[in-house]
């Protein structure tokens, strides 16, 4: 019902190199990867910047609901496909582009992508080995595989898309189909989901996918009035907790407590339970990363030396039956607690315990993988863009909230520009969706900046978002975090780049499109972790280290609101 675990580990913190690099002799065309050169990372400073989200929300609403925010609208229009059997087509922007050939090959069957995947993981690793072939195919569309390839998936060969022209084509379902293509090139057991194929597998063109989306809508609208109410009162219990332990200790790490509360927060605010009042307790964090780790450690890397972590990680998935009670004790809390939401999937059509399966899906690989990736990030560019920053979210966020008789609502939020900046130039700086794949369903012509690129039907698409969004054709200073990047009309028309949600942030998620379907429930939860961070903090720091998803955060200092 949200957002996915971001796959791939973050550095320490960001400092912006520019490579400057020499172009092939007679080549008049600019080297892409110059224009999509993503931060070195040093253990210092953190480059500034910000964001902000448009929402329409009724002015005289006090508490709109979220039912207002997931609207119906069409699913994006992309304009720059064709079949390659006839010309381009004739508009002026596209018969600028000369047509080429893709670029990249995929070496020998089984030994070619068994290369690649040792680059992707330990000898270039993820950034690199993306830069490097920019640099060597002169183009950001190039083939290459990914992994994990033999012998967990069939076909590893893909057709990767590194710029904010061409990574839209991955959302238009009208062109590509995303059956099975949720975690790449190979697709989990669905021993790990009960038996069942669930929503994030299913294509747009399924029947079952507007039904189990539409669930999902039923939910977030069932319990819209409980989301704020006990999003403040579980972090008021963490920052208590981490108060305590940083005027012990003089620091305290961030991960392990934010994950009991973005846990707890799901179950009381979606299913009314707190869960240390039942059969699971506070095990319930533990339980989910070990199930989540058996489906995606084959594109996951734990930083063991290669030559145990690539056969034992990348060659054969991870045996089901290892972590089948601990998916049994998760579903048990769900099947129990989430009875009016079974309702509503029996009225539907569905059996209880494929709906079952498919809200413990949603709420704990997509909604508490997204919390625990994009919380500590947050925290790392906030921190990282300096106390200045810190001073204008405390003024404008407690203003805010004073004018609004001193409570905390969508619409007092949605007066809030800067901090509603800092939410999306955080997702767009550091998307925790990273990868994104899709399949042609036709054949189609593709664009990037410099060129049009024929695709067979059949082909298989991947992007990596982090370069899509940091594209510096698209972006100015697009390496920094530029905390009022989104403010204002001309902000606010960049919001179509930011697409962390499978989709662009100016879309709204249907049973149409595969944009998930608590993208803008992402939004609203975000945006309260800072809202009540800076109600609470005037200042703060942290160190920032790598996870093999995220980043890890340990506040050194919290230093309490000296005004209200």
């Known amino acids: 019902m949200a957002i996915s675990f971001s796959l791939l580990p973050h550095q320490l913190s960001l400092q912006p190199q520019l490579h400057h690099l020499r172009l092939p002799a007679g080549n008049t065309k600019p080297n892409p990867l110059v224009l999509l050169h993503r931060s070195n990372i040093t253990t210092r400073r953190l480059p500034r910047s910000a964001v902000i989200y448009a929402t329409s929300l009724s002015s005289n609403d006090e508490n709109p609901s979220l039912a207002a925010i997931i609207s119906t609208s069409t699913t994006p229009t992309i304009t720059t496909t064709t079949t390659p059997n006839t010309p381009p087509p004739s508009s002026a922007a596209t018969a600028k582009l000369p047509v080429r050939k893709i ?184 339980l989910i990363q070990k199930w989540v780790l058996f489906q995606i450690s084959p594109i996951l890397s734990l930083g063991l030396p290669f030559f145990l972590e690539d056969p034992l990680l990348h060659t054969f998935p991870l045996p089901s039956f290892l972590v089948k009670s601990d998916y049994q004790n998760l579903y048990d809390f769900f099947f129990k607690y989430s009875t009016s939401i079974l309702d509503e999937g029996e009225k539907m059509g569905f059996k209880r315990d494929e709906a079952c399966h498919n809200i413990l899906f949603a709420t704990c690989f997509n909604t508490f993988g997204g919390m625990k990736v994009v919380f500590p990030s947050i925290l790392k560019w906030i921190c990282g863009a300096g106390v200045t920053l810190h001073k204008r979210l405390a003024e404008e966020i407690r203003s805010v909230v004073k004018s609004n008789g001193g409570k905390v609502t969508m619409k007092a939020m949605e007066q809030m520009p800067l901090m509603k900046s800092v939410v999306y130039e955080t997702l767009r700086i550091d998307p925790p969706v990273p990868l994104q794949y899709a399949r042609a369903k036709k054949d189609i012509v593709i664009e990037s900046h410099e060129w049009a690129f024929q695709v067979k039907k059949g082909e298989m698409l991947f992007g990596y978002q982090p370069f899509a969004t940091r594209d510096s054709k698209v972006f100015e200073k697009a390496e920094e975090f530029v905390e009022d990047r989104f403010m204002g009309v001309e902000g606010e028309k960049m919001l179509k780049y930011v697409t962390w949600s499978n989709g662009p942030e100016t879309e709204n998620p249907t049973v149409d499109n595969k944009q998930c379907a608590g993208k803008d429930f992402v939004v609203l939860i975000s945006r309260l972790l800072v809202v009540e961070l800076f109600l609470r903090y005037d200042s703060f720091t942290v160190e920032v280290g790598d996870l093999p998803i995220g980043s890890s955060i340990t506040l050194t200092s919290l230093k309490r609101a000296t005004t209200s």
Not at 114 to 138: A, C, M, P, S, W
Not at 144 to 162: D, E, H, R, W, Y
Not at 167 to 185: A, E, N, Q, W, Y
Not at 243 to 263: I, M, R, Y
């Open 103 to 286: 670029p990249g090959d995929y070496g020998f069957p089984f030994f070619g992508p068994i290369r690649d995947r040792l680059d992707y993981f330990y000898f270039q690793g993820t950034e690199n080995y993306f830069k490097t072939r920019v640099e060597k195919h002169n183009s950001t569309v190039f083939r290459a595989n990914m992994p994990p390839g033999p012998f967990i998936s069939k076909n590893p060969n893909v057709i990767i898309l590194l710029d904010a022209k061409s990574f839209p084509i991955l959302f238009d379902v009208s062109k590509v189909d995303k059956t099975d293509l949720f975690t790449g090139t190979y697709m989990p057991s669905t021993k790990l989901t009960g038996g069942y194929r669930v929503l994030s597998y299913l294509d747009p063109s399924e029947p079952k996918h507007a039904k189990l989306k539409n669930l999902l809508f039923f939910l977030l609208q069932s319990r819209r009035d409980y989301i704020i109410p006990e999003f403040e009162t579980t972090f008021t219990e963490l920052f208590h907790t981490l108060e305590a332990e940083v005027a012990d200790k003089g620091k305290a790490a961030f991960g392990d407590p934010n994950d009991q509360a973005c846990f707890n927060f799901l179950a009381r605010a979606l299913y009314s339970t707190n869960p240390a009042d039942t059969k699971l307790g506070n095990n319930g964090p533990k």
